[in-house]
């Protein structure tokens, strides 16, 4: 029987081969913050303007995700993203901040 001989590192890459992989999810929280809506129903918009096309409809309660860190130059819009992933614009005076679920991290 003839004696192989290995390297340190050869060694570390042969065990760490033999260790089965585990899955990781990485998870950040989204990195403006959340609003929640306060009316019954609240257009996201493509743009900032409140003749802008509707891209979806938000209820009350639901959960937008913040996409900037400062709305509007007026403050009147924010950009968010849907639980749907739809990103647009809403009237901030329609929502109010909240905290952002665990379910939202990105």
């Known amino acids: 029987m003839a004696l192989v001989k290995l390297s340190a590192s050869?060694?570390?890459?042969?065990?760490?081969?033999?260790i089965p992989a585990q899955?990781?999810?990485?998870?950040?929280?989204?990195a403006y913050g959340c609003f929640k809506v306060s009316v019954a129903e609240l257009n996201v918009r493509d743009k900032a303007s409140s003749t802008a096309t509707v891209l979806a409809t938000a209820i009350k309660?639901?959960?937008?995700?913040?996409?900037?860190?400062?709305?509007?130059?007026?403050?009147?819009?924010?950009?968010?993203?849907?639980?749907?992933g739809i990103q647009g614009f809403a009237d901030k005076s329609m929502m109010v901040v909240a905290p952002c679920p665990s379910r939202l991290a990105q």
């Open 10 to 18: 050869a060694i570390l890459a042969v065990a760490l081969l033999s």
């Open 23 to 30: 899955a990781q999810t990485v998870t950040t929280r989204p």
């Open 61 to 84: 309660g639901e959960t937008l995700v913040k996409r900037r860190r400062y709305c509007t130059l007026r403050g009147f819009w924010c950009a968010v993203t849907t639980n749907k």
